[in-house]
């Protein structure tokens, strides 16, 4: 079955990028089927989309945070990856990385990964 | 686009029916069939529980069903058990310009 599982750093300085990737297993993040997108959530908050990318590497970003992000994808790895450039402590959040059928029409996230916590602190 | 309106909490006993609702515009939950539901424990990722309205995938319970009336969406949970307390997201396509999607802000529900 596809799995998606995120990494990279859990603590990031003010003013630095953020960066973390996430892995697909089981299936291929070339499929046609699909956008894979960045989903975050702060602590005790609601969820925030960030932005998505299809394997042709068209990209759709929330407008909120559309100056400081970069999603891109790597097909020979199976992965796609986030970067969220001058970080404050209002990026705190856990992440997660989704598979959105919003390709597809839909517009819906039916796979989640398990999201990784980043905290933004000196 | 602003984000959904979900009440913050509801709460029911085991065996009862309880609905939340998710109240957008015309520009998102009025204009499409295209609204998303997700329920969260506690340190958990979100888990797809409605899509399209009121489409279950493949191994959730028929316990949950969706439900649209204009601008507002809603979730409706049978027969109470108490591993359904949990966070609820409701999501909407927006359409364009960006973001595509929107989410509600939640909804704690209290199995007592």
């Known amino acids: 079955q596809v799995q998606l599982q995120e990494s990279g750093p859990g603590l990031v300085k003010p003013s630095e990028t953020l960066s973390l990737t996430c892995t697909v297993s089981g299936g291929s993040v070339s499929s046609g089927s699909y956008y894979w997108s960045w989903i975050r959530q702060p602590p005790g908050k609601g969820l925030e989309w960030i932005g998505y990318?299809?394997?042709?590497?068209?990209?759709n970003y929330n407008p909120s945070l559309k100056s400081r992000v970069t999603i891109s994808v790597d097909m020979s790895k199976n992965q796609f990856s986030l970067k969220l450039s001058s970080v404050t402590a209002a990026d705190t959040a856990v992440y997660y990385c989704?598979?959105?059928?919003?390709?597809?029409?839909?517009?819906?996230?039916?796979?989640w990964g398990r999201g990784t916590l980043v905290t933004v602190s000196s | 686009q602003s984000a959904l309106t979900q009440p913050a909490s509801v709460s029911g006993s085991p065996g009862q029916s309880i609905t939340i609702s998710c109240t957008g515009t015309s520009s998102d939950v009025g204009s499409y069939n295209l609204v998303s539901w997700y329920q969260q424990h506690p340190g958990k990722a979100p888990k797809l529980m409605i899509y399209e309205g009121s489409k279950r995938p493949s191994g959730v319970s028929n316990r949950f069903s969706g439900s649209k009336s204009g601008n507002t969406a809603s979730l409706t949970i049978s027969g109470l058990q108490a591993e359904d307390e949990a966070d609820y997201y409701c999501?909407?396509?927006?359409?364009?310009?960006?973001?595509?999607?929107?989410f509600g802000g939640g909804t704690k529900l209290t199995v007592l």
């Open positions: 999501c909407s396509y927006a359409g364009s310009p960006t973001p595509p999607v929107v």
């Open positions: 990318i299809y394997y042709s590497g068209s990209t």
């Open positions: 989704a598979r959105d059928r919003g390709a597809s029409g839909y517009w819906y996230f039916d796979l």
